[in-house]
């Protein structure tokens, strides 16, 4: 009389349950995370004291290997007149990222980007873009500080644009206090930026009236976009794809060995 035996086969326990374990982590790991992902982040670090202003991003690994940087590499672009904008020092620690380590080159106390001549540059914008090739950004938010005194910037506006900056939709507007106290201003991205490939953002100052170029009326450090990093479909298809392709092969091996073992 035929004995029938458990399936699989004891020796194919383990190597089954790798691969179950293996298409586990594959997809918690494409899936979107719950915590907030420091995805841009300028400390305006890598100038001097008096010097032009620093507006590229600061990256995790790279420049400096700075584990408070963010994952997207950009720069600011804006029309601000660059003879009126300097590195300036003292900046602030308000808005610093976890984990900044960044210094400016010189050694010297952190720096942020001061603007003179306020009253002849209202409205001239500040702009990066966040262009996706690897994932799409959701619930984000945009913040950074600043302080203004008398004669600079009492409003600033921050926009959006979902293609690369043809057309642009403001999500917000602050009052900046001139009692040059630095505080920071926090703006909620609306779910119109979600999952936009070509998204990129752009700040303005209005309300100035100095016009001393040797005054530093307004000054803004420390500028962050949070969010949630979600992997594009096409790179979550190839996840599942290659985590089925796992399973079918490995079922054939099943099938293939049990027929072997009951002859």
């Known amino acids: 009389m035929r004995k029938f035996k458990r399936f699989p086969p004891r020796g194919l326990r383990f190597p089954l349950l790798l691969i179950l374990a293996g298409a586990v982590l594959l997809l918690a790991a494409l899936a979107p995370t719950a915590k907030a992902d420091l995805i841009v982040y300028f400390n305006f670090e890598d100038s001097f004291n008096g010097g032009p202003p620093d507006f590229t991003s600061d990256v995790i690994g790279f420049p400096d290997f700075n584990p408070g940087g963010g994952v997207v590499l950009t720069t600011i672009t804006t029309d601000y007149n660059s003879n009126e904008m300097i590195a300036d020092h003292p900046g602030t620690d308000l808005n610093r990222s976890a984990g900044d ?79 040059s106290t630095p505080h920071v201003n926090s703006f909620s991205v609306p779910a119109g930026a979600n999952n936009a490939p070509n998204l990129a953002f752009r700040f303005f100052f209005t309300g100035g009236t100095g016009t001393s170029t040797h005054t530093q009326y307004t000054a803004f450090d420390n500028l962050q976009l949070t969010g949630t990093i979600v992997p594009e479909p096409p790179t979550v298809a190839a996840g599942l794809l290659g985590v089925l392709g796992l399973c079918w092969h490995q079922r054939r091996r099943l099938i293939r060995s049990v027929r072997f073992w009951r002859t």
């Open 101 to 179: 380590i960044d210094i400016p080159r010189n050694g010297s106390p952190d720096v942020d980007v001061a603007l003179t001549d306020a009253g002849n540059n209202n409205n001239r914008h500040f702009d990066f873009n966040v262009f996706s090739s690897q994932g799409f950004y959701q619930d984000m938010t945009l913040s950074f500080a600043v302080k203004s005194q008398t004669g600079g910037f009492t409003d600033v506006t921050v926009q959006y644009s979902i293609n690369g900056g043809s057309t642009w939709t403001t999500f917000g507007t602050a009052t900046i206090p001139t009692d």
